[in-house]
């Protein structure tokens, strides 16, 4: 079993920073690849980016690259997505999730998505 608990959001101007962390229970972390996924009002969740098991692979969404970075720290059991040069269109509720297989993370298969968090809520103010 694996808990995961996100934090670091908050509000911020366009064009600010933030980085999110996400803090996993268990003792099986390294074993997981991670991803994070977003929730605006009104919308869809939506995969942002995602992260192999040793962190040697990453993938974004057309959306996020270059603004956007994720990483893991397996020692902490923490997963962390950087988050630059933020637009209003980024305000979201910013879920992190784990699943054993990388290509339901990339996929968006929500459903089949092992373990998620509840989410932290990211303002963007124009």
């Known amino acids: 079993q694996v808990q995961l608990v996100e934090s670091g959001g908050g509000l911020v101007q366009a064009g600010g920073s933030l980085r999110l962390s996400c803090a996993a229970s268990?003792?099986?972390?390294?074993?997981?690849?991670m991803g994070w996924f977003r929730q605006a009002p009104g919308k869809e969740r939506e995969f942002v980016a995602a992260i192999s098991r040793s962190g040697g692979s990453t993938y974004y969404a057309d959306s996020v690259k270059g603004r956007i970075t994720i990483s893991r720290d397996n020692a902490k059991n923490t997963v962390y997505l950087q988050m630059n040069s933020l637009k209003p269109e980024d305000t979201a509720v910013y879920y992190c999730?784990?699943?054993?297989?990388?290509?339901?993370?990339?996929?968006?298969?929500?459903?089949?998505?092992?373990?998620w968090g509840k989410g932290t809520l990211v303002t963007v103010s124009s």
């Open positions: 999730a784990a699943d054993q297989a990388i290509t339901t993370i990339v996929n968006s298969i929500y459903n089949g998505m092992d373990y």
């Open positions: 268990g003792r099986t972390f390294s074993n997981y690849p």
